[in-house]
């Protein structure tokens, strides 16, 4: 499944603007994206929120992922 990359994640991901992931939920695409981006491991601890199909989900990485879903990965924005 294509999953677009935005900011500093891309930078972890050698540029990419996107990257092709297997896995049925949310956690499972995360476990890949690390295999084959171990860079990716600071930003994931910063914190990453996952847009499905244009919700936003922040901690439900049990959420599943349909096959043909739109999928977003963001850098948290910190703030208070």
Do not use: C
């Not at 690390?34 to 901690?59: H, K, S, T």
């Amino acid at each position: 499944m294509k999953v677009e990359l935005s900011g500093i994640l891309r930078g972890a991901a050698r540029g990419a603007s996107f990257v092709e992931l297997e896995g049925k939920t949310i956690r499972e695409l995360m476990d890949h994206l690390l295999l084959l981006y171990p860079d990716m491991a600071g930003p994931m601890d910063e914190g990453i929120a996952v847009a499905i199909n244009g919700e936003i989900f922040r901690d439900g990485w049990n959420q599943p992922v349909p096959e043909d879903a739109e999928v977003f990965l963001l850098p948290r924005i910190q703030g208070g």
